[in-house]
Structures are given as structure tokens and as C-alpha cells.
């Protein structure tokens, strides 16, 4: 417990190296938890060590010789303040690139060896006399180079007194090893003329067989299996790394009244800068002068460039395509969008789904069963009158072909990639747990304006009176307009060439006036008698819009509907919504009329609707959703929507919203448009549907198959090429989740 003396503790991030499994990680995360004042985690995955520590107590430097004295190599990937944003993606992918290079060269060299082995082992025409020392010589070289990563590892947990899916590759290689070096020297397997043919079963030859392409074999198509997942680790990684990518490596910043180009990693909040077209944007800041079109697509998959002018919000990374901008900083470093972006994909990609935890707790007390197992069948068959070699030949197989790497891939593969891809689309997954309640989730919680809706006022309609066009009467109206903040006033002066006006009045609670065109025009409540227009004003105010009456020298000209306009695809998202099993929930702050009328513009059925509500009625209302049995998911973008989002059992924040909304929010969605709500939440169940099926395959290929290695009926090279097959399929299969396509845009 922290007490009120504690130092304050600080964050490092190590990388870790010479994990060889999800055990390894387990150990690393035990070791540095050991150390007082440590709280750490530790992915096999991303070979990653999160660390929170008391420097009172610690430093980084101890903590790296905890790792190295458990076995490993660590090296501190902690992102510094003057590094931009891309710099700790490229030290985590030179590692894993230049592990990925070694393996490949091992992989090689060992496959040049293993290949002729066995071609001579299956194939009596090419036995040679004493073909047999031949292939001793060469299986030796790759027993203990090629292997040396697999014994290595199955010493070092032995030493910690625990056992891994290293511990049953090392052991049944062994096993065959020594089994064919005793055969070659005390048995008849060294004898000038020895011939061996290969087989699907095991041969009971009496101490004549020898198992030494089983040997080469399994551990090239081991290495390779491992090679192909830091390969899947390295391409799900590529989102993450195009992301960080994407921000600008320097800025031309405002100083002394010159423009002096420094790396972005100097650029410091309140400093101002100087964008050109067609350069990115260096960081988040706000437009001081200037106007421009940004292209945002980069982050949001939005293809429409985004106006902006003096006050307005950019984003670092964004590109701007016309006008020469001034923008102030607000945040750098580690505080940008950007940034953050990054920082949410890694840490759902360093996170364990439910599932996950499982598989390790399976796999904790799988192994030892195995060799329990494989001792079962060494002396079922021994007692039932097989010779030796058949009884060790089984042993061997259900050693190999037990050996869980699947298991070990299943989840995080698919995590990697699926979060991955999901960075690429702007849908940003915070956590693997996110996974499980995207399935559960029956009933979807819609905030109206900003989500359902632009959440920006637009003339919906112009009703003339008798003697007048709706073109006049617009004019004469965007002409006193123009000179008011208000939305209404900005909505209806929005796109018309306004006339001059003289002597705006505001008149607060009633509307605005002023002289146009040498005539008294007012704009607002209605001070005249409506007469033939009154159906028009209630209707345009029934219909959940606000309307407002143009009044010309005291005589009613018109009237304008204005309304928060429903975004494009918001109907077909929620339709698309209703198929994937969940109920859609209108909650609005507006009134009745206004929800209502969104409702049945977009497939919202009226019981569905809520109205009216503050922000602490909206927790209210998600909680008794939750109450009545309901799984919750809820989609808002501003502030008064965190509380909601936080209590709601799948939080979906947009990306355009509040930075609080975020924060309490499981799932970003980085494009202002519900579609991408349904996008994420099919993401996510793509990801777990992946998970679960490279479990079933997993668990139902060893389930099958080592009974069948038990009772004596699988070739132990058979085994080892079966269960390395079975590590690339789960491998590959995670990987089909980069071709997920998105419905709505991206």
C-alpha cells in the first residue's frame, strides 16, 4: 500500500527477449513482482514488460538484471521526451526483426540438413553403406545448434522448477536422439548394409530403428513455426508502426518573428507554428490564423477534407491541402491524439482476454500430464509384452505431438492482428476483455446529438408566405443573421450571400432585427399573426426542429425550420445494428418532439426513446437496462456521455467527441459516424470468433491425437511435422483478420 512518505512511482517499459513462450512470460512477470515496490506485466506477445516502480526502492537498471538473472535479455524501450511519436515502435521491430532474421538463417541451413536425413531415412534406394553415420553426423550438428534454443530454455525451466511446451520439444528430441545413438552403438542400427524404410506406424524393430530425421525434422519445422509467429507479431505490429508513422518529423515554429524548422520532439505547447499546403500538421493545436481544408483520413477514414479558420481544432498528422495555417500547439509528445492512439492499440495488444487466461492456467498443468502420460504409455506397452523400441517410439510421439504451441498462439495472434487492423480502420480496441462484451452485448444505448445526429443546426425548410420566394425571404433573413453567434443565426446565414445590415438589435429570449435593404426585418419568435403559416411553424417544431418566423416592416414573410440534421448512414447503422442482435435505445437531453422525430428518421421504435434527461439520468438509464437483464452497450461523444459510457457494460466513444467521453469509452471510434460503431463491434467478434476457433483446432488436435500417439499408432516424425503444422495454422489464420473489411466507409 502507498503511504503518504511513498515516492511517487514511475512508469518503464522494457523489451524482453529469449521468450520462447507464454510460461516464460509468466516466470519474468513473477521474478520482477518479487521486487518490492514492482507492479509489472509481461506479454509473451509483444515481448513487452509494463512496469510501474518506486525509484526509492528500484531502478530501471535493477530491473533489467531481474530479467537477464531469470534467464532473458531486456533492454529499455521507455519512449523519452525528446523522441517522436514512431521511435518505440522502430526499437521493439529491430529487435524483432533481427530475431526474426536469425531464425530464418537457422531455419535454412537446418532444412538443407533435415531434408536429405530424411530422404535418406524413408528411402532404402539412396542407403548408402553406413548411411547411418552419415545422418548421425549431420542430426548431431542440428540437435545441438538448430536445437540449442529449445534445450536452453527447457534447462532454464527446469532450473526454476517448472516445465514448458519447451520442456516436451527438448525432451522427446532427446529422447530420439539418445534412443538412435544407443541403437547406432549397442544395438543393430550401426551395422555396414542397416536398412530403414519410413513409416506411417512405428516399426517394432528390436533396438534396428533409429529416430534421427524425427529429430532434424521436428526442430526445423519448429523453428520455422516460430518463425512464421514473430513474423504474424511483425505484420500485426505494422498498423501500430504506420500510425505512429504518420506524424511529421519536424516544424517550422514561430520564433522571434522567424520561422526557425526544429525536430517535432522540440516543439512545446503554446509555441506557434507555420503549416503550408501539402504539409501534415506537427501536432495537436488551434488554427490563430489562416483557413484551409484538412484531409483528417489518415485518422479517420474520413474522405471529405474538413474546413477550418481562425480558432479552430486541428489534429497532429492531419494533412493540409490549401490554405497556409499558424497554429498554436495545445499538446505534444505523449499527449497528442496521435499519440494516444498508439498508446491504445499497444496496450490492448499487451492485455489478456478471459479466454486467454484460461489457456494459460490449461497450460500450466498440461505439460507435467503429458509426461505423465507419455510414462503411462512407456510402460502400458512394456507391461503388454512390446518390445522396448515399440514402447519408446510411443512415448516419443505423444512427447512431440503434445507439444501446445497452438495453444500458446491461439489468443494473442489473433489479438495482435484484429486490434491491428482495427488501428488501421480508426476503431481503437482498449482491451482484449473488450472482445467478450462485444458478444454479450444484446442493447445499444445511442446519445442523440453528435452520434445519431451532426449535432449542427441546418435549414431544413423555407416556407414563404403569399407574395414572397423562399429565396427572398432566406436573404432578407441571412442578412440579420449574420451578425449573431448563435447556431440558429449561423445555420440560417450559413451559405448565402447575406445584404449589408444596419443597426443590429439583439433581442435576447426573442430573436434578433435590423435594417436590410432599407426595411425593418426581425428573426426569431413570431410577433405578427402567422395567419397561413401557423401549420408550417408547429409542424416544423413538431417535427423536432426549432422554427422561427421572418418578419418584414411587422408583417410575417416566412418561416424557417431549422434541426440537428441525422447524419448519412445513421439509419443504415442501425439497421445493420438490429442484425447483429442488438436493440437500439434513443437517450437525449433535447425534448420529446426532437427525439421522437430522429427516432423514426432512423428505424428507432417511439418505446426505444428517452428524452429529456440529464447527465446523471443517463447512468440512470443504462443502469436499469443493465437491471432488467440487459448487456449495455452505449455509443456518445461528449462529456455529459462519460459517466454513461463508463457504466455502461460496452462503452463506444467517437473519436470527433470529448476527451473525458474517450478516456471512459472501450472502443474509440476515430470516425465521426455510427457506421463505425457497427465496424468496431464486428471487429471484435471477428477477433474473438478467430480465438475460439484456433482453440478448438488447438485443443481438438491434441485431444485426438495423443491417444492415438499413446496406444502406439503415430510415427514419431509424423507427430512432429503434425504438430508444427498445427502452430502455422493458427498462425495463418489469425492473419485472415487483416483482410477484414469495413461496411461503413475505411
Not at 243 to 252: E, H, R, S, T
Not at 283 to 302: C, F, K, N, P, Y
Request: net charge negative; charged share 20%; glycine share 10%.
Amino acid at each position: 500500500m502507498t503511504t503518504p512518505e511513498s515516492t511517487a512511482l514511475q512508469h518503464i517499459e522494457l523489451g524482453v527477449t529469449g521468450m520462447t513462450c507464454t510460461s516464460c512470460s509468466s516466470r519474468v512477470q513473477r521474478k520482477l513482482n518479487k521486487v518490492d515496490g514492482v507492479d509489472a506485466t509481461v506479454n509473451y506477445s509483444t515481448e513487452t514488460a509494463t512496469i510501474d516502480y518506486d525509484p526509492g526502492k528500484t531502478s530501471p537498471d535493477e530491473l533489467i538484471e531481474v530479467v537477464r538473472q531469470s534467464g532473458y535479455d531486456a533492454y529499455d524501450m521507455t519512449p523519452k521526451p525528446e523522441m517522436d511519436a514512431g521511435n518505440e515502435a522502430s526499437i521493439s521491430d529491430e529487435a524483432r526483426d533481427n530475431e526474426a532474421e536469425s531464425l530464418k538463417r537457422t531455419i535454412i541451413w537446418s532444412a538443407l540438413v533435415a531434408v536429405p536425413v530424411m530422404l535418406v531415412s524413408m528411402i532404402p534406394a539412396l542407403q548408402f553403406t553406413y548411411w547411418q553415420w552419415a545422418v548421425f553426423a549431420a542430426t548431431t550438428l542440428v540437435y545441438f545448434a538448430a536445437g540449442s534454443v529449445f534445450h536452453r530454455s527447457a534447462l532454464l525451466n527446469l532450473r526454476h522448477g517448472s516445465f514448458t511446451m519447451d520442456t516436451l520439444v527438448s525432451l522427446g528430441t532427446t529422447a530420439a536422439y539418445l534412443w538412435s545413438i544407443y541403437a547406432l552403438f549397442f544395438g543393430g542400427a550401426g551395422e555396414p548394409g542397416m536398412t530403414m524404410e519410413m513409416a506411417i506406424l512405428p516399426e517394432d524393430t528390436h533396438m534396428n530403428e533409429i529416430y534421427l530425421e524425427t529429430v532434424c525434422v521436428v526442430i526445423t519445422f519448429l523453428l520455422l513455426g516460430r518463425w512464421f509467429e514473430v513474423k504474424a507479431k511483425g505484420q500485426s505490429s505494422e498498423a501500430l508502426r504506420s500510425l505512429l508513422d504518420m506524424g511529421a518529423k519536424d516544424a517550422a515554429v514561430l520564433r522571434d518573428g522567424k520561422e526557425v524548422r526544429v525536430p517535432i520532439g522540440q516543439l512545446a505547447v503554446g509555441e506557434q507554428f507555420v503549416v503550408r499546403p501539402g504539409e501534415k500538421i506537427a501536432t495537436d493545436g488551434r488554427v490563430v490564423s489562416g483557413h484551409s481544408a484538412i484531409d483528417e483520413s489518415m485518422l479517420t477514414g474520413e474522405s471529405v477534407p474538413a474546413e477550418v479558420a481562425e480558432g479552430s481544432l486541428v489534429t497532429g498528422a492531419t494533412l493540409n491541402t490549401s490554405g497556409r495555417l499558424v497554429v498554436e500547439a495545445t499538446r505534444v509528445g505523449s499527449d497528442t491524439t496521435l499519440a494516444q492512439m498508439g498508446q491504445l492499440v499497444k496496450d490492448a495488444q499487451s492485455g489478456q482476454a478471459p479466454v486467454q487466461r484460461l489457456v494459460d492456467r490449461i497450460s500450466q498443468i498440461f505439460v507435467p500430464t503429458v509426461i505423465a502420460i507419455s510414462l503411462l504409455a512407456l510402460v502400458g506397452h512394456l507391461l503388454a509384452g512390446h518390445s522396448t523400441a515399440h514402447a519408446f517410439t510411443a512415448a516419443v510421439a505423444v512427447l512431440i505431438i503434445a507439444c501446445p504451441c497452438a495453444l500458446g498462439l491461439a489468443t494473442p495472434t489473433a489479438i495482435l492482428v484484429g486490434t491491428g487492423r482495427g488501428a488501421q480502420l480508426g476503431l481503437l480496441i482498449k482491451g482484449p476483455e473488450v472482445l467478450e462484451s462485444t458478444r454479450e452485448a444484446d442493447t445499444i444505448v445511442l446519445d442523440k446529438t453528435g452520434t445519431v445526429t451532426s449535432g449542427e443546426m441546418q435549414v431544413t425548410d423555407v416556407v414563404p408566405a403569399s407574395g414572397w420566394t423562399a429565396e427572398a425571404v432566406h436573404r432578407l433573413a441571412a442578412g440579420v443573421e449574420a451578425q449573431s453567434e448563435h447556431p440558429i443565426a449561423q445555420a440560417i446565414a450559413a451559405g448565402v450571400a447575406a445584404p449589408e445590415a444596419l443597426g443590429f438589435e439583439n433581442e435576447p429570449g426573442v430573436g434578433a432585427k435590423a435594417l436590410v435593404d432599407g426595411t425593418l426585418v426581425r428573426v426569431g419568435r413570431p410577433q405578427a399573426d402567422l395567419g397561413s403559416l401557423r401549420g408550417a411553424f408547429e409542424d416544423a417544431e413538431t417535427a423536432g426542429g426549432t422554427a422561427v418566423a421572418v418578419e418584414v416592416d411587422g408583417e410575417v414573410a416566412g418561416v424557417i425550420a431549422v434541426r440537428d440534421t441525422v447524419k448519412r448512414d445513421s439509419a443504415a447503422a442501425i439497421s445493420r445494428l438490429r442484425e447483429l442482435g442488438l436493440t437500439p435505445h434513443l437517450l437525449t437531453g433535447d425534448n420529446e418532439g426532437a427525439a421522437l422525430a430522429v427516432a423514426r428518421e432512423v428505424g428507432i421504435d417511439a418505446a426505444d426513446v428517452t428524452a429529456g434527461v440529464m447527465p446523471s439520468d443517463k447512468v440512470d438509464v443504462v443502469r436499469g437496462l443493465q437491471d432488467k437483464g440487459h448487456n449495455v452497450a452505449m455509443v456518445g461523444d461528449g462529456v455529459n456521455d462519460a459517466a454513461a459510457l463508463a457504466t455502461a457494460d460496452l462503452g463506444l466513444a467517437m473519436g470527433a467527441g470529448s476527451d473525458v467521453a474517450i478516456e471512459a469509452s472501450d472502443i474509440t471510434l476515430m470516425r465521426d459516424s455510427l457506421g463505425s460503431a457497427v465496424d468496431g463491434i464486428r471487429l471484435s467478434r471477428k477477433t474473438l470468433q478467430t480465438i475460439k476457433g484456433n482453440l478448438f483446432w488447438a485443443f481438438a488436435y491434441n485431444v485426438l491425437l495423443i491417444p492415438v500417439a499413446a496406444l502406439g499408432f503415430l510415427n514419431p516424425m509424423l507427430a512432429g511435422i503434425a504438430m508444427a503444422f498445427s502452430s502455422v495454422f493458427v498462425v495463418t489464420n489469425s492473419l485472415r483478420l487483416r483482410g477484414f473489411k469495413a461496411e461503413f466507409g475505411g
